[in-house]
């Protein structure tokens, strides 16, 4: 979502007026059984995608009748959700890498090995890259937002996500695919931003095998990704990429 704004351009020595689009920023309070657990900075759609994916990726609910209740307030910003079980007594958040920074309670030194044989053909990661490209509308538009995309090994998409924080992407599909009970074990992720240690760790629990992103993982993402089995590539562009971890997953 974006709202038109007056601007001016400045071209030839000159200032024009003109109107453009700017991206909407919306803070999203969560209240979990009726205490306020954080306050997501995020676009302002498909609320729920992302407040079940937060919650999903946390590791306080794992399946749709975990959720007692999950209730999004535009009007007042406010996401009102009631789990099964209690959650932790002290609540540390973390405060992550990247633009508009992310937010999580846990964030592993270690991650334990992807038990899988599948491969991937890079024909698949470069259509997925592609699609990825096509879908993202918000960006096209007027900039300023993420993308990233969930697909199987014939390079078919099966979720897409926009939004102002590239974590935020992650968590929406994850998300959507528990709210759809749809299976995201031995899938590909292809993400246009950076891809951290909190991406990485989020993508395994997913059961994702492959992380590709435009740009560049950190080394700390590396020595997960090499940990976990999963394949990890960076800076795909046309019909090259970089393999950072685990390059025997992929089918030359």
């Known amino acids: 979502m974006s709202l038109k704004n007056e601007v001016h351009v400045y071209a030839?020595?000159?200032?024009?007026?003109?109107?453009?689009?700017?991206?909407?920023?919306?803070?999203?309070?969560?209240r979990v059984n009726d205490r306020e657990m954080v306050t997501l900075i995020a676009s302002p759609h498909d609320l729920r995608f992302l407040v079940a994916g937060f919650l999903r990726v946390q590791g306080f609910v794992s399946s749709v009748e975990d959720f007692l209740m999950l209730s999004v307030c535009n009007d007042y910003g406010i996401a009102n959700v009631r789990i099964?079980?209690?959650?932790?007594e002290k609540l540390k958040p973390i405060l992550t890498s990247g633009c508009g920074t992310g937010i999580t309670y846990s964030l592993p030194m270690h991650l334990d090995r992807q038990q899988s044989d599948r491969q991937f053909a890079p024909?698949?990661?470069?259509?997925?890259?592609?699609?990825l490209a096509e879908k993202s509308h918000l960006y096209r538009t007027h900039g300023g937002v993420h993308s990233a995309a969930i697909g199987d090994a014939d390079?078919?998409?099966?979720?897409?996500?926009?939004?102002?924080?590239?974590?935020?992407?992650?968590?929406?599909?994850?998300g959507?695919?528990?709210?759809?009970?749809?299976?995201?074990?031995?899938?590909?992720?292809?993400?246009?931003?950076?891809?951290s240690a909190e991406m990485a760790a989020k993508a395994a629990a997913l059961g994702v095998l492959v992380i590709a992103s435009r740009t560049s993982p950190t080394d700390l993402a590396v020595k997960l990704c090499r940990e976990a089995g999963i394949t990890l590539i960076g800076y795909v562009r046309a019909a090259k990429f970089k393999v950072y971890a685990n390059h025997q997953r992929l089918i030359l």
Do not use: C, W, Y
Request: proline share 4%; net charge negative.
């Open 176 to 195: 959507e695919a528990l709210l759809r009970r749809t299976d995201l074990k031995e899938t590909l992720l292809v993400t246009s931003g950076r891809v």
């Open 84 to 88: 099964r079980g209690e959650l932790p």
């Open 12 to 30: 030839d020595g000159a200032l024009t007026p003109a109107e453009s689009d700017v991206v909407s920023e919306f803070p999203l309070v969560l």
């Open 123 to 131: 024909a698949a990661i470069f259509s997925l890259m592609e699609q």
């Open 155 to 174: 390079g078919d998409l099966l979720l897409h996500a926009e939004d102002i924080g590239r974590h935020n992407t992650l968590d929406r599909i994850a």
